[in-house]
């Protein structure tokens, strides 16, 4: 166990360096052979992003949310969400409160399309309105209409947003679901909003400098990967 904390612990300090102030060029994070992790401007954000809501005094990502527009007349970023004890509703913030640390970590979908990212779009506007599915042990579910699932038409945060990339191959007018871009992680009937970050067609991107905090869960990330990779190999 003490070699285990000491392995951990050296792996912290020799890597710590290796994240930049900028945000930029953090070769240790999981989709780093795809593209190195950016720092964007907001001008880049695009339609179909997926925002990361983060409660750093536990290093967790605790909600998700998807981008669908900039509205110049009032300088607002709109974005769609299933918050808890509520309905599936837009979402409205400046950008002060995208680019604190609490919220500036967004994601986007590489191998989406325009037309899947539209689609994606669509079907999670259709679920405006839907109820909160307050039961995280039920398993997630992408078809709204599953005779069989007391909770398909009720969805949590990170549900909503993998349901939407899920779906996105079809118009929700064709009633035709699954099938599309699956953006969890490590499948398995939960999808949380790790999941979604860490999944390898999820590019990560932040508007600001990485906190400390950051980098530790960057760190964090890339240690667990290479702990399930290892468990993988010899199981
Ligand atoms: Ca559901
Ligand atoms: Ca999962």
Same mark, same amino acid.
């Given at each position: 166990?003490?070699?285990?904390?000491?392995?951990?612990?050296?792996?912290?300090?020799?890597?710590?360096?290796?994240?930049?102030?900028?945000?930029?060029?953090?070769?240790?994070?999981?989709?780093?052979?795809?593209?190195?992790?950016?720092?964007?401007?907001?001008?880049?954000?695009?339609?179909?992003?997926?925002?990361?809501?983060?409660?750093?005094?536990?290093?967790?990502?605790?909600?998700?949310?998807?981008?669908?527009?900039?509205?110049?007349?009032?300088?607002?970023?709109?974005?769609?969400?299933?918050?808890?004890?509520?309905? #599936?509703?837009?979402? @409205? /913030?400046?950008?002060?409160? !995208?680019? *604190?640390?609490?919220?500036?970590? &967004?994601?986007?979908?590489?191998?989406?399309?325009?037309?899947?990212?539209?689609?994606?779009?669509?079907?999670?506007?259709?679920?405006?309105?839907?109820?909160?599915?307050?039961?995280?042990?039920?398993?997630?579910?992408?078809?709204?209409?599953?005779?069989?699932?007391?909770?398909?038409?009720?969805?949590?945060?990170?549900?909503?947003?993998?349901?939407?990339?899920?779906?996105?191959?079809?118009?929700?007018?064709?009633?035709?679901?699954?099938?599309?871009?699956?953006?969890?992680?490590?499948?398995?009937?939960?999808?949380?909003?790790?999941?979604?970050?860490?999944?390898?067609? #999820?590019?990560?991107? @932040? /508007?600001?400098?990485?906190? !400390?905090? *950051?980098?530790?869960?960057?760190? &964090?990330?890339?240690?667990?990967?290479?702990?399930?990779?290892?468990?993988?190999?010899?199981?």
């Amino acid at each position: 166990m003490k070699k285990i904390i000491v392995f951990i612990l050296a792996g912290f300090f020799l890597l710590l360096p290796m994240c930049n102030q900028n945000g930029q060029s953090l070769p240790i994070h999981k989709n780093s052979h795809q593209e190195l992790i950016q720092r964007i401007s907001s001008a880049d954000l695009k339609p179909g992003d997926i925002m990361f809501e983060t409660v750093y005094t536990f290093f967790m990502y605790v909600h998700t949310l998807m981008f669908i527009r900039y509205e110049e007349s009032n300088e607002t970023y709109v974005f769609i969400e299933a918050p808890a004890n509520s309905l #599936v509703r837009y979402e @409205y /913030f400046s950008y002060e409160e !995208i680019a *604190d640390p609490s919220h500036y970590t &967004f994601g986007r979908v590489i191998f989406a399309s325009d037309q899947q990212i539209q689609n994606a779009i669509l079907f999670a506007e259709r679920q405006l309105g839907k109820a909160f599915q307050d039961n995280f042990i039920w398993p997630k579910n992408f078809n709204p209409n599953d005779p069989d699932d007391m909770y398909a038409d009720a969805w949590y945060c990170s549900e909503l947003i993998w349901a939407a990339y899920y779906n996105c191959n079809h118009h929700p007018d064709e009633q035709i679901f699954g099938e599309g871009i699956d953006i969890d992680y490590n499948y398995g009937p939960f999808v949380k909003p790790r999941d979604i970050r860490r999944d390898l067609s #999820v590019k990560v991107f @932040y /508007f600001e400098d990485l906190t !400390i905090f *950051d980098k530790i869960l960057i760190i &964090f990330d890339y240690l667990t990967t290479i702990y399930e990779w290892f468990i993988n190999l010899i199981s």
